[in-house]
Structures are given as structure tokens and as C-alpha cells.
């Protein structure tokens, strides 16, 4: 049972632009959504947070005016519109989803749902 989906990943040249965007299935509680990317041989990290609950958002330094997460208008969907994209940017992007975000909001283990990834690939 898929519960957590992405799209919007691809190829783009340093300085372009991409959006992703993720859908969790209706029936989850998912006051809490937001991205992680994985780059080869390199940890999971969070990359930005949206807690609409609180009305929080939350961003990785790397990532800070460059990259906006927003809600949708259908329920439980997110976008994450990433601007000025750099080589470091390259990964695998992951849409994560729970309840409520964990104390450490970007703690991987914090979240229970998760989608499959969308390859985001930054070329000079």
C-alpha cells in the first residue's frame, strides 16, 4: 500500500529551477510533512519542514533562499520549489510524512511514512 508519493524530480543545469511536489493518502494524520534527500554514500538529511499544526516551517541551512515548501490545496499535499540549484544538490529526494514533527524535526527515525524518491540531478 503505497501511502506517500512524489513527483516533479529530473535533470536541470546549475542555476535552474525544479518542484517537486508529494501526496500522502487521505487517511493519514499528517500535520508534519516535508523533504529529505539522500546523495550517494552520504546519510539522509533533512532538507525542509512544514508543520501546520504550529504553522511552522523549517529549513535546512544549505537549502535557505533557495528552496520554498508549501502546502497544497488538495488535502495532505506538499511542494517543495527549489531555485539557484547547485551540484550539491544532486539526490535522491524523499517526501516524509507523521502526525506531528518529532523534537528534532529533522530526525530520519521521527517519521513513519515515507514515498520512494524522486532523482534530482544537477549538472554544470
Known amino acids: 500500500q503505497v501511502l506517500v508519493v512524489e513527483s516533479g524530480g529530473g535533470s536541470v543545469q546549475a542555476g535552474g529551477s525544479l518542484r517537486l511536489s508529494c501526496s500522502a493518502s487521505p487517511h493519514l494524520s499528517t500535520n508534519c510533512m516535508g523533504w529529505f534527500r539522500q546523495a550517494p554514500g552520504k546519510e539522509r538529511e533533512g532538507v525542509a519542514l512544514?508543520?501546520?499544526?504550529?504553522?511552522?516551517?523549517y529549513y535546512a541551512d544549505s537549502v535557505k533562499g533557495r528552496f520554498t515548501i508549501s502546502q497544497g490545496n488538495a488535502t495532505n499535499t506538499v511542494y517543495l520549489e527549489m531555485h539557484d540549484l547547485n551540484i550539491e544538490d544532486t539526490a535522491m529526494y524523499y517526501c516524509a510524512a507523521e502526525d506531528r514533527c518529532p523534537e528534532i524535526v529533522f530526525r530520519v527515525p521521527g517519521y513513519r511514512y515515507w514515498g520512494q524518491g524522486t532523482q534530482v540531478t544537477v549538472s554544470s
Open positions: 512544514l508543520y501546520t499544526a504550529l504553522n511552522k516551517v
